[in-house]
């Protein structure tokens, strides 16, 4: 049972907008930056979203996050077929004093 | 280019310990950056291992508090890991990653590639 909770799946056809959630408390999204990981398969994961909101240079701007009071979102505009990928969210815990990830959300693009 | 590659054995006999190291490259351990360790069982999801700051200072999952061990050899560039008392649940790709500022409540930005550990006998 991950800290973090995400949709196990979301799925989307080229051209939709997809948003996958991540809800957690006021220890860690609520009071920490939240940041988002990308999977594709046999891969290591990469950063795509950090401090909440920031895109590191490279990921294009179709990415975006939000969070709000103790849950954040990940929005993928324009879906292409290259976004089929798991995709996490990660926070800071104060009570755990560690890194915390939600169980990751598996993008299917039909 | 900063580069993280993984090193250790690829099996483990159970109870023992697993033993892995990361080494940095393109860029110095000494740097204002947490150097952590994250692992993923196989068609699972993420799990935090804990992390290392190059002057000694360590955060652990409670979890596995009791039988991790973290070091940092600056002269190497690199750090370490050590599992001990492992057992079937441990297998995993284990990756080692930099947090992208001297926060440790920062994003892992530079990941390596992961090196897959089998627990068996």
């Known amino acids: 049972q991950s800290v973090l909770t995400q949709p196990p799946s979301a799925s989307g056809t080229p051209g939709q907008r997809v948003t996958i959630s991540c809800s957690g408390s006021s220890s860690n999204i609520g009071s920490n930056y939240v940041y988002w990981y990308q999977q594709l398969p046999g891969t290591a994961p990469k950063l795509l979203i950090y401090?909440?909101?920031q895109r590191p240079s490279g990921v294009p701007d179709r990415f975006s996050g939000s969070k709000s009071g103790t849950s954040a979102s990940l929005a993928i505009s324009g879906l292409r077929s290259e976004d089929e990928a798991d995709y996490y969210c990660a926070a800071w815990d104060d009570s755990l004093r560690g890194v915390v990830f939600g169980g990751g959300t598996k993008l299917t693009v039909l | 280019q900063v580069q993280l590659q993984e090193s250790g054995p690829g099996l483990v006999k159970p109870s023992d310990t697993l033993s892995l190291t990361c080494a940095v490259s393109g860029y110095s351990i000494s740097s204002s950056n947490w150097w952590g360790w994250i692992r993923q069982p196989p068609g699972k999801g993420l799990e935090w291992i804990g992390y290392i700051y190059y002057s000694g200072s360590i955060y652990y999952n409670p979890s596995l508090k009791s039988r991790v061990t973290m070091s940092v050899d600056t002269s190497k560039n690199q750090f370490s890991l050590k599992l001990s008392s492992v057992t079937a649940v441990d297998t995993a790709v284990y990756y080692c990653a930099r947090s992208e500022s001297g926060s440790p409540r920062d994003a892992f930005d530079i990941w390596g590639q992961g090196t897959m550990v089998t627990v068996s006998s």
């Open positions: 401090r909440n909101n």
